[in-house]
């Protein structure tokens, strides 16, 4: 085997090749496609581990790399699409869902549970990694968290953000939600929190107003100071003419300045004796 010409196996397929450059893999062939140059998506050839050191999700081009299967320490493979052929018997225990239409989530859900309690690492992968087996997934954290739908579908969002699940699968979900744990409460949102696209127009939620910016506000001014008159004056109690006299008489001129200081002894101030 010639040397190796670069410190970092390729992205993709996980041998030692210059991808970037276009060059073809000795060992699978794998070369960058016509299209990759325009397309910003870069698909990677290691799963998404879900659950540390138990379990991953990918796609059916994931459960054919075999070698990197198994340097993630993966055994077991978990195949939901019936028409996908599980090419490795030989070297993983494969466990495969019948039906291509309605998800098996016990079936399913029995498997995982013996790879856990097996302590084995286990694959569970669809055509794409997007839809059916990502179903399956939130299927046991449901079960085995005791989690409700959107939690766990934002789990495993957050760590497969390219899972896009159809308006059918979803809804097979509801209902083994339901199943689970009873009816949904009235009082709370059926579907998850964060944004589920499925095709069709986001439908925009009306903007609550916060308390503080009510038509009538209330303001410490809009009623009258309950202070008597006569107690505490700035000299409106005085008759205006009779104030100004007094204010031009008492105080002179500030040589210093323009303003006129007030004078204590004959003050516009009245404090209470």
């Known amino acids: 085997m010639r040397k190796r010409e670069r410190e970092n196996p390729c992205g993709v397929c996980g041998h ?38 138990f379990l991953y999700l990918g796609s059916y081009d994931n459960a054919t790399r075999s070698e990197l299967l198994k340097t993630q320490g993966i055994s077991r493979v978990l195949n939901t699409v019936p028409d996908c052929q599980n090419m490795y018997k030989n070297s993983f225990t494969y466990h495969s869902l019948q039906d291509d239409k309605i998800l098996q989530f016990e079936d399913a859900n029995q498997f995982l549970e013996q790879c856990e309690k097996d302590k084995a690492r286990v694959l569970v992968h669809c055509m794409l990694g ?6 399956i997934v939130i299927a046991y954290l449901m079960k085995s968290k005791g989690w409700r739908l959107a939690q766990s579908y934002q789990w495993v969002k957050e760590r497969r953000s390219s899972v896009d699940l159809t308006k059918a699968v979803y809804q097979q979900l509801q209902e083994y939600e339901q199943k689970m744990f009873g009816p949904s409460d009235g009082n709370k949102p059926a579907l998850p ?3 589920i696209n499925f095709g069709f127009t986001k439908v925009t939620d009306p903007v609550l107003v916060p308390a503080f910016n009510s038509i009538n506000p209330t303001y410490i001014f809009m009623q009258p100071l309950d202070v008597p008159p006569d107690e505490f004056q700035f000299g409106a109690g005085h008759d205006q003419d009779n104030a ?3 204010c031009i008489i008492a105080n002179p001129q500030n040589p210093n300045g323009g303003d006129i200081p007030m004078d204590s002894g004959n003050s516009s101030i009245h404090p209470t004796r």
Request: net charge positive.
């Open 193 to 195: 929190i964060f944004p």
């Open 244 to 246: 100004s006299a007094s």
């Open 16 to 53: 030692y090749h210059k991808y970037e450059q276009g060059e073809i893999c000795g060992i699978c062939g794998h070369r960058m496609p016509v299209s990759a140059e325009k397309s910003p998506l870069r698909v990677s050839a290691f799963p998404s581990e879900i659950l540390p050191e």
């Open 130 to 135: 997007k839809n059916r087996s990502p179903a």
